[in-house]
């Protein structure tokens, strides 16, 4: 299986990226809030735990996030990879998802981390804000703590994967053909090593 992370702050386009990743290489996409608002809705008890977490305003722990990424993999079992979006967001979901993989007798093959510089992806998050109604899309202010929240808390996840030797940097900045083609060239030469 082709197993891998798509890593980078928001207005990356990582959402871009993951669809056309998807489609190339017939994976499954795995967004955490995906599957938080499917659980929900279904009612499992992964839901509902996450459901009371939520309802209160807070972070919905890793051990029930990593459960629902598991009840994914048991119900996909036919697939050819996966690629995970938005997760893992810290070091600790990061050793979470690995133990879970090797569980499986997986692990995650690459880690394709965005790169795109604070000024840009301001730019193009004010700009999807004018269309998206996305209301922390549309003010500066919002966008660059977003930026650096990721910064932050989430940008030390690619140490972890770097001291793998997973972790493939790639500038996220160009023609959206461009970006797919550098990311596909990542994904190759890990195919073919």
Same mark, same amino acid.
């Given at each position: ?56 305003? $807070?972070? !919905?722990?890793?051990?029930? +996030? ?5 009840? @994914?993999?048991?119900? #996909?079992? *036919? ?29 995650? $093959?690459? !880690?394709?981390?965005?790169? +795109? ?5 301001? @730019?193009?998050?004010? #700009?999807? *804000? ?64």
């Amino acid at each position: 299986m082709l197993n891998l992370v798509l890593f980078g702050p928001p207005g990356a386009g990582k959402g871009t990226q993951s669809q056309h990743l998807v489609e190339h290489y017939n994976l499954i996409h795995i967004s955490t809030g995906d599957l938080l608002r499917a659980e929900r809705k279904a009612g499992t008890p992964l839901g509902k735990q996450a459901e009371e977490y939520m309802t209160k305003g $807070n972070l !919905v722990p890793d051990e029930v +996030v990593i459960g629902m990424i598991e009840n @994914k993999l048991k119900q #996909d079992t *036919g697939a050819k990879g996966i690629i995970f979006d938005g997760f893992p967001r810290t070091t600790k979901q990061a050793e979470a998802l690995d133990n879970l993989l090797k569980s499986h007798n997986e692990s995650i $093959n690459a !880690v394709l981390s965005l790169h +795109v510089d604070e000024e840009e992806l301001v @730019k193009r998050l004010l #700009d999807r *804000g004018k269309t998206s109604g996305r209301v922390d899309d549309q003010k500066e202010e919002l966008i660059r703590n977003r930026v650096q929240v990721y910064r932050n808390e989430t940008e030390v996840v690619a140490d972890y994967y770097k001291k793998q030797d997973k972790l493939h940097v790639i500038e996220g900045v160009g023609e959206i053909s461009e970006i797919t083609a550098a990311i596909r060239g990542a994904v190759e030469r890990v195919k073919a090593s």
